[in-house]
Structure formats: structure tokens, C-alpha cells
């Protein structure tokens, strides 16, 4: 266990639905990490937040968005969703936000997320 | 631009003996940090083992250990007596320097089959 967690773990949805994807870091942990994974794909990073703010941006669609709460938790809104947006997307937390030394990151248990 | 490459999408080891995942980097930084993961068909992240880009000595971690050759951008992963329990996905990582923060980005992975 990890000790990051993420809810749900399953989501099945409709094309052009709207869904949240919910994710809480380990304990200290400041930054959190959203990727996808899809089998065309591969593993990518999204979006990072660190301590509230915004850190970094990946391949993240304009239909993606997400945040970070002041105690740390973080949402992934995924809406208009399409075939494509199908995948698992795993949170991920670390303590630092800038890749000092060994600062690792831990992943949560992920999301399945389904468009039907 | 930076980047990983995982040369062996499938490898068979025998139960007890020890096995090498292959992973080549590119990168133009001095400065960076490897990762190796697991991840099992449940589907979870699991961090295995890091290796930072200064350090004098290869990594281990209980039966992992990393042979790290700079020279050669090489971090390949090295999974000693292996058991059952290791059949699963492996990634390797690297740490994102272009983004000035910690995303990660990762190789297509080596799926491990262990035979008894």
C-alpha cells in the first residue's frame, strides 16, 4: 500500500459526460501527479499541483482539468468525454515539487475509467 | 529532448534464477534520476528502485538492483532469484528536467513472465 488513495476505482460512463476522479496523497506528501494510461499511448503525465498551485503541464486535453485543495487533495474533472478518454488514470504524490534528489513518487491504486 | 527506451516488450525467467530488464536513456542534462516500476496485473504503480545520475554506486534494493552504466546511458534493471510474484509489467522512468518540476515520463515497458 502505497498510501496515496484514489476513488472511484472503477468509472463507466457515457460519451459526452463530465466525471471526477479524486485523489488524496500520502501523509506530508505536497505535490500530487495525475497520469493516464491507455494502451495507444502509454503512460503520460497530465498535470501537477504543488501545495495548491499549479506546477507543471503535460499532454492534459482542454477538456481535462484539475485542482488541488488546501488539504491537499486533488480532483481530475474529465468532461466531453469521448471513446478515446478511455484508460487508467493513476494519481501519484511526492514531498517536493521540484525532482530533488530522490524524491519519489508514489502512485495511488488508480481509476478505470470506461466510455462507453 | 529527453527519452527512455524499453527494447524487450515480453522476457521469460525461471523461477530462482536472476533476470535483466533493459532500459537506454537520452538526455542532454548533467544532472537526473532514473526509476524502475512494477506493475502487476492488478494494475498498481509500485516504485522499485532509483538511481540518481551522481551517484558513485548502483542502486539495490533487497533482490533489485540497478547496473547503471552513464557511459552508455544505460539503467538496466537487474531482478535477482526471481519468484512467482515478479511476473508482471516494468517501467522505466525518467525524471522530466525540461518542466523544471518532477513529472516523470516513462519507457513502454517489458511485460515478465516467470515459468516454475
Known sequence: DSGVTQTPKHL?????????????PRSGDLSVYWYQ????????FLIQYYN???????????????????????ELNLSSLELGDSALYFCA?????????????YFGPGTRLTVL | AQKITQTQPGMFVQEKEAVTLDCTYDTSDPSYGLFWYK??????????????????????????????????????LVISASQLGDSAMYFCAMRDSQTGANNLFFGTGTRLTVIP
Open chain 1, 52 to 74: 495548491g498551485e499549479e506546477r507543471a503541464k503535460g499532454n492534459i486535453l482542454e477538456r481535462f482539468s484539475a485542482q488541488q485543495f488546501p488539504d491537499l487533495h486533488s
Open chain 1, 37 to 44: 494510461q491507455s494502451l495507444d499511448q502509454g503512460l503520460q
Open chain 1, 93 to 105: 504524490s511526492s514531498v517536493d515539487a521540484g525532482g530533488l534528489g530522490t524524491d519519489t513518487q
Open chain 2, 39 to 76: 506493475q502487476p496485473s492488478s494494475g498498481e504503480m509500485i516504485f522499485l528502485i532509483y538511481q540518481g545520475s551522481y551517484d558513485q554506486q548502483n542502486a539495490t534494493e533487497g533482490r533489485y538492483s540497478l547496473n547503471f552504466q552513464k557511459a552508455r546511458k544505460s539503467a538496466n
Open chain 1, 12 to 24: 463507466i460512463t457515457a460519451t459526452g459526460q463530465r466525471v471526477t476522479l479524486r485523489c488524496s
